[in-house]
Structures are given as structure tokens and as C-alpha cells.
T-cell receptor, first 114, second 114 residues
Framework: AQSVTQLDSQVPVFEEAPVELRCNYSSSVSVYLFWYVQYPNQGLQLLLKYLSGSTLVKSINGFEAEFNKSQTSFHLRKPSVHISDTAEYFCAVRSLSNDYKLSFGAGTTVTVRA | GAGVSQSPSNKVTEKGKDVELRCDPISGHTALYWYRQSLGQGLEFLIYFQGNSAPDKSGLPSDRFSAERTGGSVSTLTIQRTQQEDSAVYLC????????????FGQGTRLTVV
């Protein structure tokens, strides 16, 4: 079984400031890692994922996450946020052997202020 | 359809009543998933369908919960004799096949049991 811990439930940040959302996971097997975003009144959307290869993965809107196997972490960062980044962000993992069940963290609400 | 569609978007029901939640996946997606998002918690896996069969029902919290999928398309999640602890957002997702393909989520049904 896998579990995911998102260390911050709320992250307020000013526009154009950097943000980091922390995600740690626990698993006895190798996993794939995901970040999903849920904008207000919308469904979850995949933001980025790590399956294999380079441990640094990037999204098209400036977010990046780095897989750190030794620290079992997959922290999400953006160097400069916009008001439109206000949303809830969920970290999720899935084992390589169980290829359909995602285990999610509790979510981090990012509020960007001008 | 263009995306995963869920209905109703909101449902208020009295304790003890039965409810049916509907999910219309993306056309051609063979895999379908139900998750539950309770206040302040991450998404909790309920059930997975491959075609019309459900190889994994392990997340259904009690025998009051059941789900079916017909024609490899629409799925219905039924909750019998609803309880207040059933109040949550119920999310449906679909993917082209199981495995490394992206899961697309609907906007969810917010169920409130009064």
C-alpha cells in the first residue's frame, strides 16, 4: 500500500513570488508520481507526472517537480506565481504493479494575492 | 463527449434515502474509476471498472455502496440508506486503458445528507 503526505494544507503567496508545495510518500514498491490541480469549480486536471527518466519534470505553465527517491519526495515548485495559479493541488502516487489505483494526499490550497 | 460528465452536480438528500450518482466517461475510454473526496481529506479510491466488470471494489466503504457500468460506458454509483458520513464530493474519472494513460476527472457530485 502507498500513502501520501502533503505537509501544508494552506499556502498563501503573493503574486510573482515563488512557491513550493511539499509532498512525501511512503511505499514498499516502486511508484509513479503525479501532481493534479483543481481550479475553483472545475474538475481535477493532471499538472505533471514522473514515470521514469529525468527526475525533474515540468509542466507547460511553469511548474516543475523533482522526484527524490532517497527522500521519497516529489515537491512541486514555481519560481513566479500568477493570480490564476490559485487552486488546490494534489500529489498522488501509483505503484508500478497496480496500474490503476491512485493514492492521493489531502491537498494543498494555494491562494495567490496581488 | 468532450470530457467526463457527472450528474447531478449537487444533491441534497435526507438521511435514510437512496441516491444514484451518474458518470458519463469520455467516449472510447475503457477504464473508469470512482473516488470520494471528504472535507479536508484527499481523494479516496472506491472502485475501478475495466469495461463492464469491476476487478477492484475494495474501496467501497460498506455494503450500502454499489456501482455498475453498462455498455462499457455510463456508470452509476448507488448509495442506499444514506448516512451523514456519506456527505462528500464523489468524483469519477476515465482513462483510455488502464496503465500509464492519463485519467481524466469529472467535476464531481457534491452529496449532502441532512
Amino acid at each position: 500500500a502507498q500513502s501520501v503526505t502533503q505537509l501544508d494544507s494552506q499556502v498563501p503567496v503573493f503574486e510573482e513570488a515563488p512557491v513550493e508545495l511539499r509532498c512525501n510518500y511512503s511505499s514498499s514498491v516502486s511508484v509513479y508520481l503525479f501532481w493534479y490541480v483543481q481550479y475553483p469549480n472545475q474538475g481535477l486536471q493532471l499538472l505533471l507526472k514522473y514515470l521514469s527518466g529525468s527526475t525533474l519534470v515540468k509542466s507547460i505553465n511553469g511548474f516543475e517537480a523533482e522526484f527524490n527517491k532517497s527522500q521519497t519526495s516529489f515537491h512541486l515548485r514555481k519560481p513566479s506565481v500568477h493570480i490564476s495559479d490559485t487552486a488546490e493541488y494534489f500529489c498522488a502516487v501509483r505503484s508500478l504493479s497496480n496500474d490503476y489505483k491512485l493514492s492521493f494526499g489531502a491537498g494543498t490550497t494555494v491562494t495567490v494575492r496581488a | 463527449g468532450a470530457g467526463v460528465s457527472q450528474s447531478p452536480s449537487n444533491k441534497v438528500t435526507e438521511k435514510g434515502k437512496d441516491v444514484e450518482l451518474r458518470c458519463d466517461p469520455i467516449s472510447g475510454h475503457t477504464a473508469l474509476y470512482w473516488y470520494r473526496q471528504s472535507l479536508g481529506q484527499g481523494l479516496e479510491f472506491l472502485i475501478y471498472f475495466q469495461g463492464n466488470s469491476a476487478p477492484d471494489k475494495s474501496g467501497l466503504p460498506s455494503d450500502r455502496f454499489s456501482a455498475e457500468r453498462t455498455g462499457g460506458s455510463v456508470s452509476t454509483l448507488t448509495i442506499q440508506r444514506t448516512q451523514q458520513e456519506d456527505s462528500a464530493v464523489y468524483l469519477c474519472a476515465s482513462s483510455l486503458i488502464r496503465g500509464n494513460t492519463e485519467a481524466f476527472f469529472g467535476q464531481g457530485t457534491r452529496l449532502t445528507v441532512v
